[in-house]
């Protein structure tokens, strides 16, 4: 007779992220009524800490903390982007810190060290403001 062997898995998704006050620079060129591209650079400043932890799918842990040292306090970026006649506009931004702090510890460990936690993300826009 065949033998059932049931496994179970175990799950364990940790969710981390920041709220940040940023202050972009850039230029663009084109014809701002047609088509334009930018590029800049923007520093960050983080001002909240948030971490979820699920368990196979069921969050069992919330965490905040208010300029905390988890995150690198500051986070400069790069930026770039385009934007048409139509509306449509595609933006990359890549920051030049580690997301979280190799230096952190707690209890005696330094939970994120030898840890790279870099930020690069793609935003496709459009803009719903009245044509002319």
């Known amino acids: ?11 364990r998704i940790l969710k ?8 972009p620079i850039g230029i663009k060129i084109g014809d701002l009524r047609k088509f334009y ?3 800049g650079a923007e520093a960050a400043f983080a001002i909240n ?16 903390e208010w300029f905390s ?3 690198n306090p500051f986070m400069p970026a ?5 934007q048409t006649k139509n509306g449509f506009g595609l933006k990359v931004q890549y920051y030049l810190n580690d997301f979280l702090n190799p230096n952190f510890s707690e209890g005696g460990t330094k939970p ?4 790279e936690s ?8 459009y803009n719903f403001g009245k044509k002319s």
């Open 1 to 11: 007779m065949p033998q059932l062997s049931i496994f179970l898995l175990y799950c």
């Open 16 to 23: 981390q992220r920041i709220y940040a006050v940023g202050v």
């Open 37 to 39: 591209v930018y590029g």
């Open 49 to 64: 800490f948030k971490q979820k932890t699920f368990i196979n799918g069921e969050k069992v842990d919330k965490f905040n």
């Open 69 to 71: 040292n988890r995150s």
């Open 78 to 82: 790069l930026f770039a982007g385009f």
């Open 112 to 115: 994120y060290a030898g840890t």
């Open 118 to 125: 870099k930020i690069f993300f793609v935003t496709l826009g």
